[in-house]
Structures are given as C-alpha cells and as structure tokens.
Nanobody, 132 residues
C-alpha cells in the first residue's frame, strides 16, 4: 500500500521560509511523477511542483517559480519543498501526490492546466499559514 506522509508545515511571517517533507513508502512501481499540490478551503487543488522518476526533471507552477525549490531522495522515495519569500497567498494545505505513470515532469505539470492535477495517491496534507 502506497503511503505519503507530509510534514513541516506551520505558521510563518511574510517573507519567511519553510521546508516541507513528504515520506513515501509502499511503492511497487518504478515509473512515476511525484509532486506538491495545495488547496485552500472552497478552492480547487492546484499543482505547485513535481519531479519525474524517469529523468529527474522538475516543473514549477509560475506562481512559485524562483521562490520554491523541490528536491528528492529517490532511495527514500521522499521529496522536499523549500519555500522561500512566502506570502499570505501561499497559505494553503499542502499535499504530496503521486501518479503512477511514465511521464516527464513538464508534461505532468502542464497537464494541471486541463482539469486540475490528477494523481493516484495523496497524502493527508500539512497546513502552511503565512501571516503577520
């Protein structure tokens, strides 16, 4: 059974930083893309960033490009999201998600523009609040 467990959320002031972690386990497949997604109450879930197992490529949504950096530890099936220069509009529940497919990060990221992100597995989420 695939499990994704996020951690690292919290309260931070505008301009501050946080580092999220997602520990994955139970993967029985080698081809996948794994990413970070976020959702505010009453809004649709949106993609933030992703990485592909096929080539290690990454993709970032325009709203976080230059501020957020995603990294991974393939051996641990874990990913991380370093979030810098956080703003109040970054306040959301952040989720880790996996799609079991041979797909590049760019192709997966661009697919979010058509009907929202599709994944096979989700974590439980971690709250990030940016407020003074």
């Amino acid at each position: 059974e695939v499990q994704l467990v996020e951690s690292g959320g919290g309260l931070v002031q505008p301009g501050g930083s946080l580092r999220l972690s997602c520990a994955g386990s139970g993967f029985t497949f080698d081809d996948y893309a794994i990413g970070w997604f976020r959702q505010a109450p009453g809004k649709e879930r949106e993609g933030v960033s992703c990485i592909s197992s096929s080539d290690g490529g990454t993709y970032y949504a325009d709203s976080v490009k230059g501020r957020f950096t995603m990294s991974s530890d393939n051996a641990k099936k874990s990913i991380y999201l370093q979030m810098n220069r956080l703003q109040p509009e970054d306040t959301d529940v952040y989720y880790c998600g996996v799609i079991q497919r041979l797909i590049s990060a760019t192709e997966y990221g661009k697919s979010w523009n058509y009907g929202g992100p599709v994944t096979d597995y989700w974590g439980q989420g971690t709250q990030v609040t940016v407020s003074s």
